[in-house]
């Protein structure tokens, strides 16, 4: 697998995740709906539990071929201990931040019904709850599986003694402007410590190699020595 492979599969990772996650609290709206028809006005038994039943676990399966495959794309040994642990602990963050926001679609169904709001007034709070949801949906999976993605790669990266990266990722119209001139671009571990010294729009805290650019950022490091 190239490079620019690698990068079209993290591409197609998280856009499988965040379509899953989005499939996954709309169906928890539509549940909601039939129950709010299906109910008589006021009947909240069956509405508590709901979120809980309709999210399903994420699965770690999602994410970790996304590891395995950057262990062989930049012929480092694997580690598949530290793979699945990482896949892992993405798939459960995930999970639980979707059923918060499932519960919220829940708790926005009781409150209206103990306000005696119309059931016009309550789907559109869902669906405001749904819409507003999206980014931050899409934010989270981007981050958590990028963190892991960096984590790993530093991980097999110190186990082979590297000591240049190469910073990849390509760009498009959104991409930063400090991504856009690392791009393509390689350093000493000392010269990238150097550079995350800086500030600039998005930036997170943390360890350069795994926070890379900064939040929704898609770059990631490649060991060439």
Known sequence: ????????QIDQTIAGLTNSAQSQLKAVVNSLEELMISQPEGDLSAIAPLSLNVIQPVSSSDILPLLEDYSSTVELEPEAAVATALAEGVAAQITEDLRGIGQQLVSAVIIGALLNNSRTSILRSLRDILDTSRRGVVLLITESTMSAHG???????QAAGVEEYTYVGGT????????????NKTYTPQEIAKL??????????????????????????????
Do not use: E
């Open 151 to 157: 984590a790993y790669a530093r991980r097999l990266a």
């Open 172 to 183: 498009i119209a959104t991409t930063r402007d400090f991504c856009r001139r690392h791009n």
């Open 1 to 8: 697998m190239t490079i620019a492979q690698h990068n079209t």
């Open 196 to 225: 995350w010294r800086g500030n600039w729009g998005g930036k997170r805290t943390g360890d350069p190699f795994v926070v890379r650019g900064g939040y929704n950022c898609r770059h990631y490091w490649v060991p060439t020595a």
